[in-house]
């Protein structure tokens, strides 16, 4: 049982926080407002997330009742199977998100995400069906150079192992390397490579003096052999 509960302990850190319900609240206590958007072009499509906390990062979530929550481009969220204060949607495609905050006295706070808010990604023509473990190897993206506010991250999968790269706006723009150094944990295979672009935007309209924001995420995908 020890063992379990070791394995299930960040969970419980991520999850056990301190939540109140929104019914509980008086009508003038702020949000902070959390939003998710992430779009993956390897699937054609958009999952979308939402959640509050009592007037700043460091407040306890809140849980919506008796009328008041979240919709996403009108429709009803479902609920995180582990958080209750923590409301999903998936799109098909890649549409605007409109968000719709209902509290429970009745007033409405309304964000929005779009497709051109994070830089169109994708893989470069060169991009290689086939690696080199001894030689390594490079491949550029297309899209807008990094800026401050966003990162990336490439991870290269097999059945052996996983290696990560982190990017920000000072690395080299549109383009990555992985040395043969960065490949050798790696056996030869198949790859999946995964890029995922990070965006950090403001919220277009905060509840009050609250907190908040919205972060976007695009995400391409490829897949390769990697040889000797």
Known sequence: ????????????????????????????????????????KSTGSTDA???????NGGGSKVE???????????????IDLFDKAIYRWHFNGMPEVDFLLTKNSGAQIANNALPSDISNIDFGPSFPATIS?????????????????????ITIASDSGTIQKDLTSA??????????????????????ITVVRDKDTPLDNKDGDSEGGIK?????????????
């Open 133 to 153: 473990k001894a030689a390594g190897f490079n491949f550029t993206w297309t899209g807008d150079a990094l800026n401050t506010s966003e990162t990336m991250t």
């Open 171 to 192: 690395s080299p723009a549109n383009s990555v390397t992985f040395s043969s150094a960065d490949l050798q944990k790696l056996k030869p295979g198949n790859l999946n």
């Open 49 to 55: 997330s939402a959640y509050c906390r009592v007037r």
């Open 1 to 40: 049982m020890k063992k379990l509960l070791l394995l299930f302990s960040p969970l419980l850190l991520v999850y056990s926080c301190k939540k109140v319900d929104s019914n509980d609240l008086k009508d003038d206590v702020p949000y902070a407002q959390y939003y998710y958007v992430g779009y993956d």
């Open 64 to 78: 919506f009742s008796n009328g008041a929550g979240f919709k996403a481009n009108g429709t009803a969220p479902s």
């Open 216 to 228: 976007l995420r695009y995400t391409i995908k490829r897949s390769a052999t990697l040889t000797q």
